[in-house]
C-alpha cells in the first residue's frame, strides 16, 4: 500500500505560479511511476504529468508543456508539480497518483491516489 498526501494548492492569480507537492508513505516510493491529473469544474479528470521511478522520464500534456514541470525526490518520498502562468482555466482538484507501470497518461494504470488539492486561478 502507498499512501498519498497531496499539498501546495490554493488560490493564485492569472499569471502566477504554485508548486504542488505530493508526500509518499508506504512502500517503497522509488519502486513508483507517479502521475498528477485535474478535474476541473463539471469536466473528467485528465493527465497533467507523469515521471518514472528514477525521474529520467517525464511525460506533459500537450497543452501543458512549457508551463508545468513534474520532479521527484526520491530521498523524500516526494513528487512535485510547479506550475507557472497560471491561467483561470487551470482551476481544478488535482491528484497526484502512483503507478507499478511504466509512466503513462491512463488512469486505469495508477494503482494509489490522493485525495487532491484545490488550485484557483483568478482572472
Known amino acids: 500500500q502507498v499512501q498519498l498526501v497531496e499539498s501546495g494548492g490554493g488560490l493564485v492569480q492569472a499569471g502566477g505560479s504554485l508548486r504542488l507537492s505530493c508526500a509518499a508513505s508506504g512502500r517503497t516510493f522509488s519502486m513508483y511511476a507517479m502521475g498528477w491529473f485535474r478535474r476541473g469544474p463539471g469536466l473528467e479528470r485528465e493527465f497533467v504529468a507523469a515521471i518514472r521511478w528514477s525521474g529520467a522520464g517525464t511525460d506533459y500534456a500537450d497543452s501543458l508543456k512549457g508551463r508545468f514541470t513534474i520532479s521527484r525526490d526520491n530521498a523524500k518520498n516526494t513528487v512535485y508539480l510547479q506550475m507557472n502562468s497560471l491561467k483561470p482555466e487551470d482551476t481544478a482538484v488535482y491528484y497526484c497518483?502512483?503507478?507499478?507501470?511504466?509512466?503513462?497518461?491512463?488512469?486505469?494504470?495508477?494503482?494509489?491516489w490522493g485525495q487532491g488539492t484545490q488550485v484557483t486561478v483568478s482572472s
Open positions: 497518483a502512483a503507478s507499478t507501470e511504466r509512466i503513462s497518461r491512463m488512469r486505469v494504470s495508477y494503482n494509489y
